[in-house]
């Protein structure tokens, strides 16, 4: 960033993009241009910036200005105001909700004060496509240093740090290199799993789209450490952006003799191919992964043999996630007792979530291990939506529970989620507020379960059906209480004799949801009620007459002309008609429509 | 399914993808993803052309096809509609956007209209959660999509045929 007085970065991420972020770039280019500015100022798009809910993000150095909520009309009074006249745009600064101040810059946002930022160090900072920006903040210096160790001790440094596998499962990520370096074979294989299926994760692909060359470099460091001389990236075909920006950074890496036969005159090969993955949510197991890769269906199959001693194409293969890769340049960088300094005694460094759901801020963040889910939701997350009750989180996407309000001071590793009855898992972090039922959310999880499940075990191809069916059954108002413990020794047989990750952790909605909200399945099944408002069939509108001002409201937006009533007197639902869509509930200014 | 008889265009593209992979049978799911690709969709005849060509059996095909959500064996309509069905989207309503959708269209999700115009799916995570409800209308996203917003887009996608 040598030559220009100014960049403007604007967020590339998908989310922005979804808000015309790329029009944005092209604007100001125009803009730029018109001004004769082209040569002093560079636009720059960049990776996720993490603060999805403000976005389009648009970002000014060196004087750091922070604009949120961007669009293509905003980009020619930005360049007029404050290219040019160097006086920030008010409006579109962003807006402090606690202390009604407008705010310049990131490092007085609540939604960063708390973040650390080590896998997405250069989200946002840097362009994605050209690898000398990468370079420049340090990129390749862990790979130069690590072709001048012996494999041996670079692997030591990846075990000393504590690093632990982010993809879920936290398996220490050092160990796994260091079994797969001890297996003899001719060819060894580094995987890295970009197979991000929990609906509601998008860190994998934002680090992919935002800051690619981290993960190449790691991928290089791990074949140097195992003696691999092949990489393979499993990415969903569903990323066309970061596989875009993947494939480009290949190409750089292999010009620059970073990838390729002798990398930096070090004698050693590695170059990387990429293999798509068809949208199949076991694929993230490493077996069913590595079946996929190899041209089948995605089924798991029992371990040992774990890849490490017999993966793809039968040989040792070691499968990291995008995230842990992403942290392993930043180890050799800065060290392994930097590393260690941050986290807790067993989970060492960051974690990034993807923060989602009824909170103000949604995005994604990164965190040091060790913080409490009530600063993640409430000082990052700057608290529920709408000024809502704060009812549960859930962590761990379709594999981990719900938390409550008690666990809200819990902080947040590997081993405590386990403890509390849910998990890491990749990263998913769902927000829920008083409207939600507990009971629909497990059906939910459940439902993407049963669509996911691959079908080579008994136990969760079958049992999972039944789970639903009983949740289902629940929902629609013809439960039992018998019903109740059913679903809790369904869910424990499921848990103990399913096959793959995918089982074993499927009931674990279901389970968390029992132990925390049992009242809430009570209420369903012996009163027949859904105390949040939710489940239709246990639901209907009704309009107090008292408090209708007959505005006609209502009636104007219901989409099955279910309402009838004159002008200025209280309305009416049919409730043959009614779909129960709450339409009318969400429009009403009055309060008049309640849920009964 | 009916039998459709492969034109000749297709039975040339799948032969040529099948050659640019070396006919082999490792390269299976890259095959499928560059013929859907061009194709469109996997109807039976072509899964069976698969097989020929990288000298495999059709049923492992179809075991492949069937197994991933990214492969169809229908094709979809003008305007292929997709309501993320990820966690975040549920919680703030994509459920009932998905309904209003089912009803105004009258299919349901993996359908296709019968005019060709309009399919439906469920998708798991569009990665644009501060946006959510999130809808695709092919590539172009909708955020922030209430039941009552449903309309609207239809419309605008019928608009967008005619002209």
Same mark, same amino acid.
């Given at each position: ?596 | ?89 549920? #919680?703030? +309503?994509?459920?009932?956007?998905? =309904?209003?959708? !089912? ?6 999700? @993996?359908?296709? *209209? ?26 172009? #996203?909708? +955020?922030?999509?209430?039941?009552? =917003?449903?309309? !609207? ?6 608009? @967008?045929?005619? *002209?």
């Amino acid at each position: 960033m040598a030559d220009y007085k100014m960049h403007i970065l604007v967020c590339g991420g998908t989310g922005c993009r979804a808000s015309q972020s790329d029009k944005i770039v092209e604007t100001f280019k125009t803009e730029l241009e018109m001004h004769g500015l082209d040569d002093e100022v560079k636009v720059v798009a960049t990776g996720c910036f993490g603060f999805c809910e403000k976005g389009p993000i648009v970002k000014i150095i060196p004087d750091n200005t922070f604009y949120v909520q961007a669009g293509v009309v905003d980009v020619k009074d930005i360049v007029e105001e404050h290219i040019i006249k160097g006086r920030p745009l008010k409006r579109l600064l962003y807006h402090d909700p606690a202390t009604k101040s407008q705010v310049t810059d990131t490092a007085h946002i609540d939604f960063y004060k708390k973040q650390v930022r080590i896998a997405l160090r250069n989200c946002g900072f840097i362009n994605p496509e050209n690898i000398e920006e990468y370079i420049a903040r340090d990129g390749y210096a862990a790979l130069g240093s690590v072709l001048e160790m012996k494999p041996s001790e670079a692997t030591q440094m990846v075990k000393d740090s504590g690093l632990r596998g982010r993809g879920g499962g936290g398996f220490p990520t050092g160990l796994k290199w260091e079994i797969t370096a001890k297996e003899k074979s001719d060819q060894k294989y580094v995987v890295c799993n970009a197979d991000e299926g929990d609906p509601g994760a998008f860190m994998d692909r934002s680090i992919l789209e935002g800051d690619p060359h981290s993960v190449i470099e790691a991928m290089a460091i791990c074949g140097y450490c195992i003696g691999a001389g092949k990489g393979l990236v499993y990415i969903r075909a569903e990323y066309p952006l970061a596989i875009n920006r993947l494939k480009i950074a290949l190409n750089q890496a292999r010009e620059f003799g970073l990838l390729g036969n002798d990398i930096l005159g070090s004698g050693f090969d590695f170059d990387i191919d990429i293999r798509y993955g068809a949208g199949a949510f076991v694929c993230g197991e490493e077996t069913a992964l590595i079946h996929s890769m190899e041209g089948y269906r995605g089924e798991p199959t029992v371990k040992p043999p774990f890849p490490s001693v017999s993966g793809y194409l039968g040989k040792p293969t070691n499968v990291n996630n995008v995230e842990t890769f992403a942290n392993i340049p930043v180890i050799f960088n800065k060290g392994v007792e930097w590393f260690k300094s941050i986290g807790t005694e067993n989970s060492r460094g960051t974690k990034v979530f993807a923060l989602a759901g009824k909170v103000n801020n949604v995005g994604l963040i990164e965190v040091p291990m060790g913080i409490t889910l009530r600063e993640v939701i409430f000082d990052i997350g700057g608290g529920i939506r709408g000024g809502k009750k704060f009812k549960a989180v859930q962590t761990g996407g379709p594999s981990g529970g719900c938390l409550t309000e008690q666990h809200l001071d819990t902080p947040i590793d590997y081993d405590n989620l386990i403890a509390v009855g849910s998990m890491m898992g990749s990263g998913g972090m769902i927000v829920m507020d008083e409207d939600d039922c507990m009971v629909s959310i497990a059906k939910f999880y459940l439902e993407f379960t049963l669509d996911e499940s691959c079908g080579k075990c008994t136990p969760c191809r079958i049992g999972n059906k039944r789970l639903h069916e009983i949740l289902v059954k629940i929902t629609s108002g013809n439960g039992i209480e018998e019903d109740i413990e059913r679903l809790r020794v369904l869910g424990n047989v499921i848990k103990e004799t399913s096959l793959c990750g995918l089982g074993q952790t499927s009931p674990n909605p279901v389970l968390s949801t029992l132990d925390n909200f049992y009242d809430e399945y009570l209420a369903h099944v012996n009163d027949k009620k859904c105390p949040a408002g939710q489940c239709k069939d246990l639901v209907h509108y009704e309009i107090n007459a008292n408090a209708c001002t007959g505005c006609t409201l209502c009636f104007r937006n219901c989409p099955v002309g279910a309402i009838s009533g004159e002008k200025k007197m209280p309305h009416y639902i049919d409730q043959s008609l009614c779909i129960k869509c709450g339409v009318c509930f969400e429009k009403c200014r009055f309060k008049a429509i309640s849920i009964v | 399914m009916p039998k459709v008889k492969l034109s000749e265009y297709a039975t040339n593209t799948v032969k040529e993808v099948c050659a640019s992979f070396n006919n082999s049978e490792g390269e299976l799911i890259n095959v499928l993803h560059q013929v859907q690709q061009k194709l469109g969709y996997l109807p039976a005849e072509v899964q069976e052309l698969v097989a020929k060509e990288l000298n495999m059996s059709a049923a492992k095909v179809y075991g492949v096809v069937t197994f991933y959500s990214f492969f169809t064996m229908v094709p979809q309509g003008e305007n292929p509609i997709s309501i993320c069905m990820g966690t975040a989207c549920y #919680v703030r +309503g994509a459920e009932q956007v998905l =309904d209003e959708f !089912k009803r105004q269209l009258k299919i349901e999700v @993996g359908e296709t *209209t019968t005019d060709g115009k309009f399919s439906l799916s469920a998708l798991r995570c569009v990665g644009a959660c501060g946006l959510a409800p999130v809808v695709m209308v092919g590539e172009k #996203v909708h +955020g922030r999509v209430a039941p009552t =917003d449903v309309r !609207k887009i239809i419309s605008e996608c019928k608009d @967008g045929c005619l *002209t």
